[in-house]
């Protein structure tokens, strides 16, 4: 591994925002897992909720860690620092992309196994598919990147916030009534429809292409913040 990159993922984790992050989202996992040994019923239906739906809900959480993450790139860019070391616009840029990548998916994979585990000595599931792992990466990873690109943006993670509120309640009504074939690409209902299939689908896909255009718009925004500086 790159001595840089090395360094950058342990100044991260030392980092105690960074650690409380990670301790909280594990926690608010654990509690969400905890609900579906309650039951609950809505108008007279019996809810219980199962590991899938589960896994859809906390990829949510994700969005958390990119909120956290792109307020330091903000507040604190790493990115001038890697560039004053390196002297490259393209690498520097590179690098911190591929460190967040990195950070994003181990969190991912812990929290995965946090779930399966749960489950397993809940007596829930006999076996977890490679398929579902795949949805819970691809939608978990989309969370992330989507409140850092947000967060970079407007410069601003209480701005991403209001955004990332305000999308479902006022935008998603809006191409429901308007344009309603666009809905099955937004990535809120792709998340949920990649967790419904039982093998690789064209949501995994749809999930894919928004995971490399947002890699994409990040790329080019920390980019585009070094050449301002």
């Known amino acids: 591994m790159d001595e840089i990159i090395y360094a950058l993922i342990y100044k991260k984790y030392s980092l105690i925002a960074v650690k409380i992050q990670i301790l909280s989202q594990l926690l608010l996992i654990l509690l969400i897992c905890i609900l579906s040994l309650i039951t609950f019923e809505i108008n007279d239906n019996t809810i219980v909720l ?13 969005m958390i860690g990119g909120l956290i993450n792109g307020s330091m790139e903000v507040e604190n860019p790493e990115s001038k620092i890697v560039y004053l070391v390196t002297g490259n616009k393209n690498s520097s840029t590179q690098k911190i992309m ?6 994003c998916v181990l969190q991912v994979i812990l929290s995965f196994l946090v779930i399966v585990i749960f489950f397993i000595f809940k007596g829930g599931i006999k076996e977890v598919s490679v398929i579902q792992f795949f949805s819970y990466l ?35 009504p809006y191409i429901e009534r308007v344009f309603p074939e666009v809905l099955p690409y937004i990535y809120y209902e792709t998340i949920s429809e990649s967790f419904k299939i039982s093998a690789i689908s064209a949501s ?3 999930l894919l292409l928004w995971n490399l255009m947002l890699l994409l718009l990040i790329y080019l925004k920390v980019k585009k913040r070094l050449k301002k500086d």
Do not use: G
Request: charged share 5%; aromatic share 16%.
């Open 98 to 103: 591929i460190v967040e990548l990195i950070d």
């Open 138 to 172: 691809f939608s978990s990873v989309l969370c992330f990147l989507i409140a850092y690109y947000l967060t970079l943006f407007f410069k601003s993670s209480m701005t991403a916030i209001a955004a990332l509120l305000l999308f479902p309640i006022l935008v998603i």
């Open 50 to 62: 199962s590991m899938n739906q589960i896994l859809v809900i906390t990829s949510y959480l994700f």
């Open 204 to 206: 995994h896909i749809i």
